[in-house]
């Protein structure tokens, strides 16, 4: 037990790592503030691998360290706490579907069914996440919206054209990972049927 906690704060490390990359890379402009990139894509897979807990602690170390490289945009703590860690800790939230996917394909031999399971977890993920922007978008950064429109209705377009692009973008990358090397997401020694490792 004790080397699978340990492999899995590995990955968790890895694939923020990976998220942050990605991240830094150039991404799809919808607008000013509104930017389209396929940087969730390493915490959904690591989500398909380990589910919630794991991708939930991914999700935050990638936060961080988006901080730590100084790509960040800081109002307050407030705002600081919410965006960079709540938010980005809650892609993991794609994790909770991860014991379906896993059977789907590894129990059930059902690619179809695991690829739409799949699909519906980067959807979850994403909405859960910009939530949270969506939120400090509101609160945070009402000023930024054009003269006359509502902060709500702003941040909402904003944030929800941003999740939506990402989500959609994610999809299609994740649909064709999975259906050319579904073993991505399997951990080597894992019984899905008992969710328990078979190596010692």
């Known amino acids: 037990m004790k080397k699978i906690k340990l492999q899995a704060l590995i990955e968790a490390a890895f694939f923020a790592a990976f998220a942050l990359i990605l991240d830094l890379l150039p991404s799809i402009q919808l607008g000013p503030w509104m930017s389209v990139s396929c940087a969730m894509l390493p915490i959904f897979i690591l ?22 490289t100084g790509d960040a945009y800081i109002l307050n703590i407030v705002q600081f706490l919410i965006e960079y860690f709540v938010a980005f800790a809650f892609v993991g939230f794609a994790g909770l579907l991860y014991k379906q996917i896993q059977t789907a394909f590894f129990a059930e031999k059902k690619k179809a069914k695991g690829l739409i399971l799949a699909v519906l977890a980067v959807f979850l993920g994403s909405i859960a996440r910009y939530f949270w922007h969506f939120l400090a978008g509101v609160v945070f950064w009402a000023e930024y919206a054009p003269e006359g429109m509502s902060p709500v209705i702003y941040s909402l377009v904003v944030n929800g054209a941003t999740m939506i692009g990402a989500a959609i973008f994610c999809s299609i990358l994740i649909v064709l990972l999975l259906s050319a090397a579904p073993r991505l997401i399997q951990r080597k020694g894992f019984d899905i049927e008992t969710n328990k490792t078979t190596t010692s």
């Open 47 to 68: 989500a398909f691998r380990w589910g919630f807990t794991v991708s939930v602690i991914s999700g935050f170390i990638w936060g961080l360290l988006q901080v730590v």
